[in-house]
């Protein structure tokens, strides 16, 4: 019924940037806070940026500075500006969203994830 979709990942050396995407599509009634997480070869899941709905952020501290998470809300989109990228934030990255689908119903979606390579 909700799918999330993410783009903009690819190769960057050392100190370049990207800017990911997600769109959100389908029955939305209202879309919640919205995250980014990403997973290295042979690790877990984490977070690395969250926001609210009303534009309320967090990141993890190893993106501090150098990452910044937004929202368009009219369009159902959430982004994830990286700069100043490291070796160590190659991962697959992928988009959560808290979404409604009617005034009481809400539930987790996940897109299937984007590649970001960081090497020189």
């Not at 990207?18 to 997973?39: E, K, V």
């Not at 690790?43 to 150098?66: C, F, H, M, Q, W």
């Not at 490291?86 to 539930?107: I, L, S």
Request: one cysteine or more; a positive charge; hydrophobic letters at 30%.
């Amino acid at each position: 019924q909700v799918q999330l979709m993410e783009s903009g990942g690819g190769l960057v050396q050392p100190g370049g940037s990207l800017r990911l995407a997600c769109a959100a599509s389908g029955d939305i009634f209202r879309i919640n806070d919205m995250s980014w997480y990403r997973q290295a070869p042979g690790k877990r899941r984490g977070l690395v940026a969250s926001i609210t709905r009303t534009g309320i952020t967090n990141y993890e501290d190893p993106v501090k500075g150098r990452f910044t998470i937004s929202r368009d809300n009219a369009k159902n989109m959430v982004y994830l500006q990286m700069n100043s990228l490291k070796p160590e934030d190659t991962a697959v990255y992928y988009c959560h969203g808290d979404v409604q689908t009617g005034p009481n119903h809400e539930f987790e979606y996940w897109g299937r994830g984007t590649q970001v390579t960081v090497s020189s």
